[in-house]
């Protein structure tokens, strides 16, 4: 359904994917955790980014090319109390990316894990308040980034995994 949808409204044919939802549940330790939230937050942050990405895959592949973004998180890289099923699904967005690379970079899909920087979005809200204060990047950012990755034909030099700043200082030489 997705597949045939996204094609509708393509006109046909997909060449970019940008994967971007994401859920964070309560920050509690691990054994304070409700076991239903947590499977949701990996469900949603993980396992939806791989149903979009195996309903889309093709129609790229069949054009002989295409980008897929997932969204990241630098929640992926840390370890902090509280929100474990978060930062683990973020590590395995990264992670599925590398996967995809490998398994589809010689057929001219190009993939990257985007840390889309420290954005006040309702999601990134949930956080403990004594983060907010890190909340700091433009929702600008982190478009303009997609838009480089899916556009320039260096972008195939950025690392795989990349924040929004580091892409963006390519394109402009900061």
């Keep these: ?20 939802a994401g859920v ?19 469900m949603v942050n993980v396992r939806g980014i791989f149903l979009a ?3 889309l ?10 980008t897929i973004i997932n969204i990241s998180s630098i929640g992926g890289l840390l370890t902090r109390t509280g ?13 599925f990316t590398a996967f995809l690379d490998a398994d589809h970079s010689s057929q001219g899909i190009r993939t990257f894990a985007l840390e889309p920087g420290n954005v006040s979005t309702d999601l990134a809200l949930c956080m403990p308040e ?14 303009a980034a997609c838009v480089y990755l899916t556009t320039s034909s260096d972008a195939s ?4 995994q990349t924040t929004c700043k580091a892409a963006m200082s390519l394109q402009t030489g900061i």
């Design 1 to 20: 359904m997705l597949a045939e949808t996204a094609q509708l409204v393509a006109g046909g044919s997909i060449h970019v994917l940008v994967n971007n």
């Design 83 to 95: 929100a474990s099923a978060y930062q683990m699904s973020k590590t395995d967005v990264t992670r």
């Design 157 to 160: 030099l950025v690392v795989k």
């Design 53 to 55: 990405t195996k309903a």
């Design 24 to 42: 964070l549940e309560e920050w509690k330790a691990i054994n304070d955790t409700d076991p239903s939230e947590w499977q949701r937050t990996w």
């Design 130 to 143: 004594d983060l907010h204060h890190i909340l700091v990047d433009k929702p600008e950012l982190s478009g």
């Design 57 to 66: 895959l093709p129609s790229m592949l069949a054009h002989k090319g295409g």
